[in-house]
Nanobody, 118 residues
Framework: QVQLVESGGGLVQSGGSLRLSCAAS????????MGWYRQAPGKQRELVAI???????NYADSVKGRFTISRDNAKSTMFLQMNSLKPEDTAVYYC????????????WGQGTQVTVSS
């Protein structure tokens, strides 16, 4: 099992910045993909950004150039630096960990609210 604990959400004005953290503990996979997803009210959960065990990153078009995903392997922690925030970034942000062996093991955090006021 992998436990994920998110922190760093909150209320910020449009144009502001926030940094989300996701601390992972428990089972460690040598091959994995970690990512951030978000879900706004009335909408489906969507991918924001991912980073794999090789350090390769990928972003949703809507956040490219504004958000940066990173990780601290020594602390088993992933971050999402969010700059130039917009009201449409308002959502619950979820940390996700996919451990890859003979199958994919999928884990989710509890979510953290990000609210951007106009």
């Amino acid at each position: 099992q992998v436990q994920l604990v998110e922190s760093g959400g909150g209320l910020v004005q449009s144009g502001g910045s926030l940094r989300l953290s996701c601390a992972a503990s428990g089972r460690i996979f040598s091959s994995y993909v970690m990512g951030w997803y978000r879900q706004a009210p009335g909408k489906q959960r969507e991918l924001v950004a991912i980073v794999n065990s090789g350090g390769v990153t990928n972003y949703a078009d809507s956040v490219k150039g504004r958000f940066t995903i990173s990780r601290d392997n020594a602390k088993s922690t992933m971050f999402l630096q969010m700059n130039s925030l917009k009201p449409e970034d308002t959502a619950v942000y979820y940390c996700n960990y996919k451990g890859i062996e003979s199958m994919v093991y999928d884990y989710w955090g509890q979510g953290t609210q990000v609210t951007v006021s106009s």
